[in-house]
Every structure is written in C-alpha cells, then in structure tokens.
C-alpha cells in the first residue's frame, strides 16, 4: 500500500542508483563510499533463500526467507529483479525501494549486468553506474592480490569479469562508464555523478 502522508523530510529528488561491476574492481567498497557521503543515501537490502550464518544481521545483510516465500513474492511481482547463484535466490524487493524513492532518497542497488536489465525494464529512471578497472591486467592482479583462490578460480573469476564488462558495454542498460584508477577518487566521482544528475532531473521538472 502507498503512503501518501508527506514527511517534513521527504523530497523530490529520489533516485535508484544501479552499480555494477565485475569481482575485484571495487565496487562494493565504491557503493558504501557513496552510501557514506550523501546524507540521503540509503543501501537496498536483499532477500535471499541461502542459510544465515553466525555472523548475518537480519535486516541489515539479507532478509532471509524460505524458498516458498521466496517464489511466492516473486509470483506476487514483489521483487524488482532476482538471480540464482549457485542454487540460492537473491531479490530486490520492490515496495521498499519505491517508497525510498517516493520519500526522495538515494536508493543504492548493488546488482549485476542480468539484475540491472530486469531493474531497468521496471524503473527505466533508474541511473546506472558500471565500474571498470584501468586495464584487464590490473583487475588480474587485483583477483590475485584478494588472496582468497587459488589459481583455477582466479582464471575462472577473470573470465567472468571479462564477460560481464562485455555484456555491461553491449547491453545498452548503463547510463556512465566508470573506470576505478584511485578508489577515494572513483567514490568522489561516483558522488559528483550522482548530484549531477540529480541537478538535471530537478531543472527538467522545473
């Protein structure tokens, strides 16, 4: 159900902010800088079917829910896009993320090229940022720098990160292109970006 009692903070200005990325380009430590540094930001948490560990906060990582409820609010359209990794269910639920947007908030996703397409098809006002390494090489060394795989997986994760920013260049779903050479500087960009186009959209309602 809509709330259609106006809070003396709500605004106009709310946003969905898309971010994407392959594994090791800095995205998440890009998300939660741009989550810190706008006072509006608020982060997009998840529903997801995996077990919750000792160290999962409900609420605050995943809202964690059994895979008949899961199907069930995807059947009821309750969700704004959902993937399957590794046979565990991952959604964004959509009333929560509308109504941020509605109480003019920034509403920050943190989802794949396959995610962004379905949250595109839904809110195609969404702004999306996909962020790139400097080069192939220096995401390689940064995959071998997390020291958490060994070789094989290392390759296999390069892989995927080579495909995905394929697919992010040809999909035609992300608004800016954004290369992470310095993170304090990729953030600060980010940030920039996202007053920008707050500023255009405020100037065309006029």
């Known amino acids: 159900m809509t709330d259609t009692h106006r809070l003396a903070t709500d605004t106009d200005d709310g946003l969905v902010l898309i971010i994407s990325g392959p594994s090791g380009v800095g995205k ?46 995807k059947q009821n359209d309750e969700f704004l896009e959902t993937a399957d990794i590794y046979g565990k269910k991952y959604g964004t639920p959509r009333a929560w993320v509308e109504e941020q947007q509605r109480r003019g908030r920034l509403v920050i996703l943190e989802i794949d090229v396959e995610g962004a397409k379905q949250v595109k098809s839904k809110l195609p006002e969404a702004f999306s940022l996909f962020i790139l390494p400097p080069t192939e090489d220096v995401l390689l060394e940064r995959l071998r720098g997390r020291k958490r795989d060994d070789a094989a997986s290392i390759e296999k994760r390069f892989a995927a990160a080579r495909e995905e920013i394929a697919t992010a260049r040809a999909c035609g779903v992300y608004d800016v292109f954004l290369v992470n050479n310095k993170l304090d500087e990729s953030i600060a960009r980010a940030v920039e970006l996202v007053k920008s186009e707050r500023a255009r959209r405020r100037a065309k309602r006029g």
């Open 28 to 73: 998440t430590t890009i998300t939660r800088g741009v989550e810190r540094t706008i006072p509006d930001a608020v982060f997009s948490v998840s529903a997801t079917t995996r077990p919750k560990t000792s160290a999962d906060v409900e609420g605050v990582d995943y809202h964690f829910v059994d895979d008949a409820t899961f199907e069930a609010m």
